[in-house]
Each structure stands twice: as structure tokens, then as C-alpha cells.
């Protein structure tokens, strides 16, 4: 007997579909992902992190605080050339610079001026370094085709109220300007040579300080007269005495001036432009027409460029001196004559 149908009742063909499915195996899961342990931070790399960034937001503050420091110095020297200074006509038969007879070709070294072969000077290194180079420029560089550039410089005619800087300091000598106005500053002598170093004109504490002159000093009365500056980073005070390595800068720039108290000006003929170091004699005056003529044979060898500057035994002279960082205790100085043109 065959067996009755139903519509329940499953075709071949289903039962060997679901016959197929059930072995087949089942498929597996996927495997479970492996959770990373957190690894903590070492407290000792922790500790060098915050040193380092307490490193680096200390000496954030300290540039910021320099240069906040220089603009407050500069400020009050700003300030005090505006009070204190008038433009006045210039004297009849007084010559501009730019009619000055500078050679436009640096002059050739005389025979008594050329050092000899053992001489430490005879390298070109040791103190015509070229414009430039580190060596010798401390923290400002200098373009080697920037020199050129410049226009013979016009020294003012001023009159500068004396009155006034001896009511803020009775300590102020004179007022000094040269290098198209970089210099341009009362110029004090104290009881020493340390105390105007940090301080302006009217004795507040600023690193810049003030040009001040040799304590030993009479001034222009003794053969030599030292006033003394820094070389500020910012360019400030003598900060831009290496332009002078050149003869094509002290071409256009041969000399500076001297403002004195009674309508005196001097003008501060340079002679030579000399690097040195913290061990040199610094002599007020010569004890003889020899020592005068050995001395100044000497700066000449020495200098960064030659002059054709006159200069006589009996003739006073202005050194201006600052640092030079070239080598430990580094100094330069520029030697000038000093010609009286008013008073």
C-alpha cells in the first residue's frame, strides 16, 4: 500500500536540502578581540617633562624680560634726547663730513706700520677679521655688501640744554653722537667704573646703562680720554661698533661728536679701529714723543683699516671702548683725534 499524501508532507527535494544543511558544520564565530592594557606613563619621564617645559617657559621669560628691558632703556633715552636737544645752525666755515678729504681707496700701510713675520698682527685673522663671520661680531652680523651702502654721514649742530641733565645728574660731561645716530647718548663720569654699567642718567637700575668715562679721567685734559659703553644685543649703546671692521664704513663715517657743556663741540676724528682683550693698558697720558709715536705706530698696525688721520704728539685723544666676544675677556676700541670746531 502506498502512503497516503498530505499537504504536510515534505517533497525529496526538501528533505535532501534540509538533510544537506543539517551537516553541514556550523560556521564558527569570530574571534574575540584582545583588549590592550593601558600602559602607565613612568613618573620619572613624567618628572624630565615638567623640568622641560619649565626649562623652556623659564628662558621664554627671561628673552621677553631682556627685551622689555631694552625698550624700557631705550624709551628713556628717547625721551630724553626730545627734552633736551635743539637743532642749531652750523657755524660758518665748519666742514660737513661728506666734504671731509677721505680717500675713496683704503690707503696702503707705511713701512713702519707693516708688521713683521713674527708678529701675531701680520695675520690677517687676528684683527681684520672679514665683515661677516662670527668670529669677531659677538651677536650681530654684518652683510659685506651692507657697508657700501651707506651715505656719507652728516654730523648735527645741536644745542643741548646742560642746564637741564645736571638738574636730573650733576655726574653728565658731555653728549656723544656718531654712526648716523646708533650713538647718541649723554656721555657721565661717576667715582668709579662700575656704578653707571647698569644705570641710566638718572640713576635707575638698566642694563644698558649710561656711556660713562674713565673715573682717572680729566676730560680732553689728559692725552687719552676712555669712555666706555656695552655692546648691547639689540644694537643699542656701542652695539654696532663691528660696522667699523671696514674702510668703506668708516669712509662714510670718520668721525663722531663730542657735545660739552658752554657751547663746546669737538669732533672725534677716527684714527684706527682696534680688537683686543681685558688685559690691555689702558694709559691716560705718554711719557714721551717716543712712547706717543710707538703707541700710536702700534693701533695703526693693529687696526681694522687704515687712515690718513694727522695725528701730533700733544694732540688729545678720545678711545671708545666695548666688548668684543671673538675670545674670553674680548675687547675692541676705535682711537679717536680730537678736533675742537666750536667754542
Not at 229 to 238: L, Q, T
Not at 259 to 282: G, K
Not at 328 to 337: D, P, S, T, Y
Request: aromatic share 12%; charged share 25%.
Amino acid at each position: 500500500m502506498y502512503p497516503e499524501y498530505t499537504e504536510n508532507a515534505m517533497s525529496d527535494e526538501e528533505l535532501n536540502r534540509n538533510e544537506a544543511a543539517q551537516a553541514a558544520p556550523e560556521s564558527a564565530p569570530p574571534p574575540a578581540r584582545k583588549r590592550r592594557k593601558k600602559q602607565k606613563t613612568s613618573p620619572l619621564v613624567l618628572i624630565v617633562i615638567l623640568l622641560l617645559l619649565l626649562v623652556i617657559g623659564y628662558s621664554g621669560y627671561r628673552i621677553f624680560d631682556k627685551l622689555l628691558e631694552y625698550r624700557k632703556g631705550q624709551k628713556a633715552y628717547n625721551d630724553l634726547r626730545n627734552e633736551v636737544i635743539q637743532e642749531a645752525q652750523a657755524p660758518p666755515g665748519t666742514l660737513a663730513t661728506s666734504e671731509w678729504n677721505v680717500p675713496e681707496v683704503e690707503p696702503t700701510a707705511p713701512p713702519d706700520e707693516t708688521a713683521g713675520p713674527d708678529d701675531p698682527t701680520n695675520d690677517p685673522g687676528h684683527s681684520r677679521a672679514a665683515v661677516g663671520t662670527d668670529e669677531m661680531r659677538g651677536d650681530i652680523t654684518y652683510d659685506p655688501g651692507d657697508v657700501t651702502k651707506f651715505e656719507p654721514q652728516v654730523l648735527p649742530f645741536w644745542n643741548i640744554d646742560f642746564d637741564r641733565l645736571r638738574a636730573i645728574n650733576p655726574d653728565i660731561k658731555g653728549w656723544l653722537y656718531g654712526m648716523d645716530g646708533i650713538v647718541n647718548y649723554p656721555v657721565v663720569q661717576g667715582s668709579d667704573n662700575e656704578y653707571y654699567s647698569h644705570r641710566l642718567l638718572d640713576r635707575t637700575e638698566r642694563f644698558c646703562g649710561t656711556l660713562f668715562i674713565d673715573f682717572r679721567n680729566h676730560l680732553l685734559e689728559d692725552d687719552v680720554t676712555y669712555i666706555f659703553g656695552h655692546k648691547m644685543k639689540d644694537g643699542s649703546m656701542f652695539g654696532h661698533f663691528g660696522r667699523y671692521d671696514t674702510y668703506a664704513y668708516y669712509r662714510t663715517h670718520p668721525a663722531f661728536r663730542l657735545f660739552l657743556p658752554d657751547d663746546i663741540i669737538y669732533d672725534l676724528q677716527v684714527i684706527a679701529c682696534v680688537y683686543t682683550t681685558d688685559r690691555e693698558s689702558l694709559r691716560l697720558n705718554f711719557q714721551s714723543q717716543e712712547d706717543f709715536d710707538r703707541t700710536i705706530a702700534d693701533y695703526r698696525r693693529r687696526s681694522t683699516f687704515r687712515t690718513e688721520v694727522d695725528v701730533q704728539y700733544g694732540d688729545k685723544l678720545v678711545s671708545m671702548w666695548t666688548c668684543a666676544y671673538y675670545t674670553e675677556g674680548g675687547r675692541m676700541f676705535i682711537i679717536c683725534k680730537a678736533v675742537q670746531v666750536v667754542g
